[in-house]
């Protein structure tokens, strides 16, 4: 037992020292146990070439992309210039049908906005015979007084004029009550404050005169349409035929 106790304490000692001198001899030779083994070393010395290979890789597969893509490029243009018929070739083709389809689709819009009739506007104007009128009447600001009215009928007939046209052109371009407008009239001016007394007249069709009378032809949409364009009137020149829109008196 003794015997292999000694034994193996000298194979112990000889490898110690067997270690011993190796790494004193790579001491002595220059070199440091981490340079002999890779292992021990923080930075192998593959690193270095793994890098450079990966950036290699990286320049190669980036050159390939850019031939790939000027390849597709000039195939690209080849196909656009290749001749269709006589010198047309194809790019030429695809912009020509471009700009027809462009000049059929402008055309079409144009067409349909000329020849497009609107419902409301075919209408047999002869079959609107029922009656519909209204009274009102309103002040003038910027006219003449009342005693010049009254020495100069001249004066009073021109400005009756002026208000029947006012009032029927009013009347007439309204989009709802244009197409049941028949006529305006100015009865009578009168008072101190130049006060205007007008008649309006409406023609009703015989079929849904109930809803029209109702509805579109109501006293209070006719007053309404008149008072929102007194409220829109323009006073400029100051000398202007002005009708005051609080005045306005309907029924």
């Not at 506007?121 to 009447?137: A, E, K, L, M």
């Not at 005169?209 to 008149?226: D, G, M, P």
Request: hydrophobic fraction near 35%.
């Amino acid at each position: 037992m003794s015997m292999e106790l000694q034994s193996l304490g000298t194979n112990r000692s000889n490898g110690d020292g067997a270690d011993h001198v190796s790494a004193s001899e790579q001491v002595q030779n220059g070199s440091t146990p981490a340079e002999q083994n890779p292992l021990l070393s923080p930075y192998p010395e593959n690193n270095g070439d793994t890098i450079i290979q990966v950036s290699e890789d990286v320049s190669t597969e980036r050159r390939k992309r850019k031939k790939k893509v000027v390849r597709e490029v000039e195939r690209l243009t080849t196909a656009l210039n290749a001749k269709v018929f006589w010198k047309c070739s194809v790019w030429m083709t695809i912009l020509f049908l471009l700009f027809f389809i462009a000049a059929v689709i402008f055309i079409s819009i144009v067409l349909c906005s000329v020849f497009r009739k609107d419902p409301d506007d075919t209408f047999d104007r002869s079959s609107y015979q029922i009656p519909r009128d209204f009274n009102g009447s309103f002040r003038l600001t910027n006219q003449v007084s009342a005693e010049e009215l009254l020495t100069s009928s001249n004066q009073s007939q021109v400005l009756a004029s002026q208000l029947q046209k006012k009032l029927y052109g009013l009347y007439s371009d309204s989009p709802a009550l244009g197409r049941y407008f028949s006529n305006a009239e100015i009865y009578d001016i009168r008072n101190g404050s130049t006060e205007a007394v007008f008649g309006l007249s409406f023609l009703l069709p015989r079929a849904d005169q109930e809803r029209l009378r109702s509805f579109t032809l109501s006293r209070q949409l006719v007053y309404n349409v008149l008072r929102q364009a007194l409220y829109d009137q323009d006073t400029n020149p100051p000398g202007a035929l002005y009708i005051e829109p609080g005045s306005l008196q309907m029924n």
